[in-house]
T-cell receptor, first 112, second 111 residues
Framework: QKEVEQDPGPLSVPEGAIVSLNCTYSNSAFQYFMWYRQYSRKGPELLMYTYSSGNKEDGRFTAQVDKSSKYISLFIRDSQPSDSATYLCAMTLNNAGNMLTFGGGTRLMVKP | KAGVTQTPRYLIKTRGQQVTLSCSPISGHRSVSWYQQTPGQGLQFLFEYFSETQRNKGNFPGRFSGRQFSNSRSEMNVSTLELGDSALYLC??????????FGPGTRLTVT
């Protein structure tokens, strides 16, 4: 079993829908949580960066971390066709430097 | 501010050869990390360098190595290439303990 699990999708939604992307993890020592967006043949682009439990909002994006359940989420409001990409969750320990552990990614398709 | 740059962007090598990939971090970033991305294994951590010292290493064989220069630029080397080394190699840079920003990657194909 992988340390970070993520439904690979694809997840297909109509334009304007609210999208919910999720990851579960097994290592309770993870403290920092990130969401990256990766377009085909590009490098991952950082969307959200959160520390420990709680919510963080940035424009149409909201990241949630529930450490008690070892579960993180990314919500995308008013989804657009340009949001079509693979979304990767990543996390790291408090003192592990920059060693990120990634989920496998969820492919999202937003249809006009 | 310019982003992370990686060269070359595409590379084709033959089994048994070696390859060197280069990464220039965002100006002011002294931490550089390398990752391998494949369809089967996803994104996996290779190693991290900070101030010319390797700080962390992932679970990869010794054929994979790296180094960092005094200007924070980094290189990674893969010796005795195998077919399974075909992947997108990603470099990321950051300030100490902060979020990582990725470059566009180098796509390596081993034939």
């Amino acid at each position: 079993q992988k340390e970070v699990e993520q439904d690979p999708g694809p997840l297909s939604v109509p334009e304007g829908a609210i999208v919910s992307l999720n990851c579960t993890y097994s290592n309770s020592a993870f403290q920092y949580f990130m969401w990256y967006r990766q377009y085909s043949r590009k490098g991952p682009e950082l969307l959200m960066y959160t520390y420990s439990s709680g919510n963080k909002e940035d424009g149409r994006f909201t990241a949630q971390v529930d450490k008690s359940s070892k579960y993180i989420s990314l919500f995308i409001r008013d989804s657009q066709p340009s949001d079509s990409a693979t979304y990767l969750c990543a996390m790291t320990l408090n003192n592990a430097g920059n060693m990120l552990t990634f989920g496998g990614g969820t492919r999202l398709m937003v249809k006009p | 501010k310019a982003g992370v740059t990686q060269t070359p962007r595409y590379l084709i090598k033959t089994r048994g050869q070696q390859v060197t990939l280069s990464c220039s971090p965002i100006s002011g970033h002294r931490s550089v990390s390398w990752y391998q991305q494949t369809p089967g294994q996803g994104l996996q951590f290779l190693f991290e360098y900070f101030s010319e010292t390797q700080r962390n290493k992932g679970n990869f064989p010794g054929r994979f190595s790296g180094r960092q220069f005094s200007n924070s630029r980094s290189e990674m080397n893969v010796s005795t290439l195998e077919l399974g080394d075909s992947a997108l190699y990603l470099c990321a840079s950051s300030l100490p303990g902060r979020e990582q920003y990725f470059g566009p990657g180098t796509r390596l194909t081993v034939t």
